[in-house]
């Protein structure tokens, strides 16, 4: 059984900054990837930012610059620092992790998403 608590949304004013942090707990044996997606109405979900557990990144085209994905190994967290946010940022973001329990096979898990509103 695999938790992923996300945590660090809210409401922000275009031009700020939002830190989201989502840390993974269970019987984890090994985590690959770890990322952030998210889903405006009416949108599919899309990839934000992954890191792999080599420290390779991939952003979105539309947050480069802007958002930097970065992960703390011992503690099973991944963490995405969110500037200049800008109203079309607005969206439910959603903690990804590619990993493998002690006795389970390779798969993929989700958070429960957590809001994120720019506006003023």
């Known amino acids: 059984q695999v938790q992923l608590v996300e945590s660090g949304g809210g409401l922000v004013q275009p031009g700020g900054s939002l830190r989201l942090s989502c840390a993974a707990s269970?019987?984890?044996?090994?985590?690959?990837?770890m990322g952030w997606y998210r889903q405006a109405p009416g949108k599919q979900r899309d990839l934000v930012a992954v890191?792999?557990?080599?420290?390779?990144?991939n952003y979105a085209d539309s947050v480069k610059g802007r958002f930097t994905i970065s992960r703390d190994y011992a503690k099973n967290t991944v963490y995405l620092q969110m500037n200049s946010l800008k109203p079309e940022d607005t969206a439910v973001y959603y903690c990804?992790?590619?990993?493998?329990?002690?006795?389970?096979?390779?798969?993929?898990?989700w958070g429960q998403g957590t809001q994120v509103t720019v506006s003023s």
């Open positions: 990804y992790a590619d990993l493998r329990l002690q006795f389970a096979r390779r798969n993929d898990y």
């Open positions: 269970g019987s984890i044996r090994s985590i690959y990837d």
């Open positions: 890191i792999a557990d080599s420290g390779n990144t």
